[in-house]
């Protein structure tokens, strides 16, 4: 499951691409427009810079992701379908997810964004997630280990009085969209596996104003909070190394 420098080299550069496309997404989330206008962007965008869409065909047979782009939608946590009949308004808070895969190797990143003016609660809940992902960065070095990420992670959720989804955890990845370990956003300092040089994960907090309690909707992906509380979801894919952790997205 660990990267060579040569494969970080070009995770690290197809990473740069993604967040031009994920931030060039984000910049489009106004009132007006539609998640089904925000995915064909960004999968035209992927594909122009030589990319592929990886969440699109994910999944088993006949149960495939239908889109490059997860567009998740206020009370929704993650893999949000986008649809020509979901049109964002004024104070929407959006979760943008988004998995490319270039020269054979996969990044995983997401972000959630404002659709114009919001609430103080949903603001508070956008920046504290955030947040999250920034501490749990922190600690993705040599030596420590998964469950020091996943308690720094936890710690802004239940100091904030939050809600931590438990279902969904963060994950390896690099050579596909979805590897060991996972990464929790809940658990214990010193617990879980060792990082190691070269390891690359997608660190994900998802929190809500809620409870932790979840369901999955009969579209069969979208994933929505069961108290219909605001959820946001943060992501970046992150390289262990040598000088500290390396933010690839
Ligand atoms: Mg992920």
Redesign the pocket.
């Known amino acids: 499951m660990h990267k060579t420098q040569e494969e970080i080299e070009k995770i690290r550069e197809g990473g740069k691409i993604h967040t031009r496309i994920l931030q060039q997404t984000a910049k489009l989330a106004k009132p007006g427009i539609s998640t089904w206008e925000l995915n064909a962007f960004a999968e035209a965008e992927i594909l122009k810079a030589g990319g592929r869409p990886s969440f699109k065909g994910y999944g088993p047979k006949g149960h495939q992701f239908p889109a490059g782009l997860c567009t998740s939608l206020n009370s929704v946590v993650v893999h949000g379908v986008p649809s020509k009949n979901q049109v964002l308004k004024e104070g929407d808070i959006l979760g943008l997810d988004i998995g490319m895969e270039y020269k054979g190797l996969y990044t ?1 990143t997401a972000i959630t964004v404002a659709v114009g003016n919001i609430t103080k609660e949903a603001q508070r809940l956008l920046e504290l997630t955030k947040k999250a992902l920034s501490i749990g960065i922190e600690q993705a070095r040599i030596g420590n280990k998964v469950g020091d990420i996943s308690a720094a992670v936890q710690k802004v959720a239940d100091d904030n009085h939050l809600g931590i989804i438990r279902d969904l955890v ?2 390896g990845v690099g050579h596909a969209v979805h590897e060991d370990p996972q990464v929790p956003n809940y658990g214990k300092k010193g617990a879980g596996p060792e990082l190691k040089e070269g390891l690359v994960i ?1 660190i ?1 907090p998802m929190f809500t104003l809620g409870t932790d309690d979840i369901f999955i909707e009969d579209d069969g992906w979208t994933v929505t909070t069961r108290d219909q509380s605001l959820a946001a979801h943060f ?1 970046h894919t992150v390289a262990i190394t040598k000088n500290g952790p390396e933010i690839l997205t």
């Open positions: 995983d963060g994950h997608a994900e992501e």
